[in-house]
């Protein structure tokens, strides 16, 4: 399980469940076990302390922009 952070106000935005040892592209909504601060707001995933754009829309998964996030956990291997 990782916990996605805010990049800027370093405050937890999800808890998700990467399978696979690549990087975090994608967030499928599917796979979100919880939001902490994380909002979606316009049909983007958002941070609900300083409203950074966090990752966009595209249908069953959220696009996520690099630098808007970082975050800790261990991958689940394939």
Known sequence: MLIVKCAKC???IIKYKKIGMGRVLRCWKDRIERYYAGKIQDGNL??????SLIGIDEGDYFKMDRT?????G???KK
């Open 74 to 76: 261990t991958k689940i």
């Open 46 to 51: 958002v941070c609900g302390n300083c409203a």
């Open 10 to 12: 370093k405050g937890k």
């Open 68 to 72: 808007a996030f970082t975050y800790t």
